[in-house]
């Protein structure tokens, strides 16, 4: 069982920025992907930010050039969301991703809400 740290989040306005962060309390042998995913009110979850352990990163379509995913180390990552938008308002949930079985291990969700 892995278990997380979430912290950040909160409320913003439109064009302002947070932070996220995540620590998991421990890591897979092989190949892993840490990140964020978010699920807003009747949508389904998607992918935020991922970074690999092998440093390969992968952004959803609808925040490249706005949001940064980070790897501090090996148990814990950052993701600096800048020009927030209305429609970034979701609940947001770390998750650690087994590369070889795609399996989630998930944290419990922090809310980001974004007002205009």
């Known amino acids: 069982q892995v278990y997380f740290t979430e912290t950040g989040g909160g409320l913003a306005q439109s064009g302002e920025s947070l932070k996220l962060s995540c620590r998991a309390s421990?890591?897979?042998?092989?190949?892993?992907?840490m990140g964020w995913y978010r699920e807003a009110p009747e949508k389904q979850r998607e992918l935020v930010a991922s970074v690999r352990s092998d440093g390969n990163v992968e952004y959803g379509d609808s925040v490249i050039g706005r949001f940064t995913i980070s790897r501090v180390n090996s148990l814990e990552v950052t993701l600096h969301m800048t020009n927030l938008k209305p429609e970034d308002t979701a609940v947001y949930y770390c998750a650690l991703t087994l590369s070889y079985s795609g399996k989630h291990y998930w944290g419990q969700g922090t809310q980001v809400t974004v007002s205009s």
């Open positions: 421990t890591i897979p042998n092989g190949l892993y992907g």
